[in-house]
């Protein structure tokens, strides 16, 4: 897996280099904010990006945008200390995969790269609750109107989602094929008004579709 360290903190790009490439599968470049992430994404097209937020130049908020829009296929990962709500809700709306924070354990980190490059969602348990907490001020009665347009086959789809499944898990689990499941996926995008997995898994924890430690 050829996976990209957006850092400008030199010392922390390297350290995590290093404990990557621990890991034989792993191949690792690193650049020192998100104007060369996006630079190196067009160059190289790796498989996964590991961003920090607050950087100079560009922060990754910003280069989380433009790398999926015009790289939806390359998993953007969030690696930061920060888990403030402004951040958090920014990175989220920008399509990245997934939000962790720098204190992750090294084999939480391991997995949480390969599974995020298999299709599934992580967020970190803290950043996942501050989430739900803000949706529940926001929003204290869910607009159920937009649950009932989903059929039953596709609320189960959503709940998967929302606990991180691939769909290669969600076929084996909902006994159909792969093929049936991204149409069924492709449907429930668009009658939800999203546009990836990790904004379809929010609106699970929202509709209480799942709980949030199965995140």
Same mark, same amino acid.
């Given at each position: 897996?050829?996976?990209?360290?957006?850092?400008?903190?030199?010392?922390?790009?390297?350290?995590?280099?290093?404990?990557?490439?621990?890991?034989?599968?792993?191949?690792?470049?690193?650049?020192?904010?998100?104007?060369?992430?996006?630079?190196?994404?067009?160059?190289?097209?790796?498989?996964?990006?590991?961003?920090?937020?607050?950087?100079?130049?560009?922060?990754?908020?910003?280069?989380?945008?433009?790398?999926?829009?015009?790289?939806?296929?390359?998993?953007?990962?969030? &690696?930061?200390?920060?888990?403030?709500?402004?951040? $958090? +809700?920014? @990175? #989220? !709306? *920008?399509?990245?995969? %997934?939000? &962790?924070?720098?204190?992750?354990?090294?084999?939480? $980190? +391991?997995? @949480? #790269? !390969? *599974?995020?490059?298999? %299709?599934?969602?992580?967020?970190?348990?803290?950043?996942?609750?501050?989430?739900?907490?803000?949706?529940?001020?926001?929003?204290?009665?869910?607009?159920?109107?937009?649950?009932?347009?989903?059929?039953?086959?596709?609320?189960?789809?959503?709940?998967?989602?929302?606990?991180?499944?691939?769909?290669?898990?969600?076929?084996?689990?909902?006994?159909?094929?792969?093929?049936?499941?991204?149409?069924?996926?492709?449907?429930?995008?668009?009658?939800?008004?999203?546009?990836?997995?990790?904004?379809?898994?929010?609106?699970?924890?929202?509709?209480?579709?799942?709980?949030?430690?199965?995140?």
């Amino acid at each position: 897996m050829n996976i990209l360290i957006c850092d400008d903190q030199d010392i922390i790009a390297e350290g995590l280099k290093l404990i990557l490439e621990s890991q034989p599968d792993f191949k690792v470049d690193t650049v020192s904010d998100g104007a060369m992430a996006v630079e190196m994404v067009i160059e190289k097209q790796p498989d996964l990006v590991l961003m920090d937020l607050n950087m100079p130049i560009m922060n990754g908020v910003k280069a989380t945008e433009i790398i999926k829009q015009r790289f939806p296929d390359v998993k953007v990962l969030i &690696l930061t200390t920060y888990g403030d709500d402004e951040w $958090l +809700f920014d @990175a #989220i !709306r *920008s399509g990245a995969d %997934g939000y &962790l924070l720098k204190d992750i354990p090294h084999t939480k $980190l +391991f997995e @949480a #790269i !390969r *599974s995020t490059d298999a %299709g599934e969602t992580h967020i970190d348990p803290k950043v996942a609750r501050r989430m739900f907490d803000q949706m529940a001020q926001r929003t204290p009665t869910p607009d159920t109107q937009l649950l009932k347009k989903l059929n039953d086959r596709e609320v189960e789809i959503l709940k998967l989602i929302s606990r991180g499944y691939t769909n290669t898990e969600i076929s084996e689990t909902i006994h159909l094929s792969e093929g049936t499941v991204r149409n069924y996926i492709s449907a429930l995008f668009s009658k939800l008004n999203v546009s990836d997995r990790t904004q379809a898994a929010l609106l699970g924890l929202r509709y209480g579709l799942t709980d949030i430690n199965d995140l």
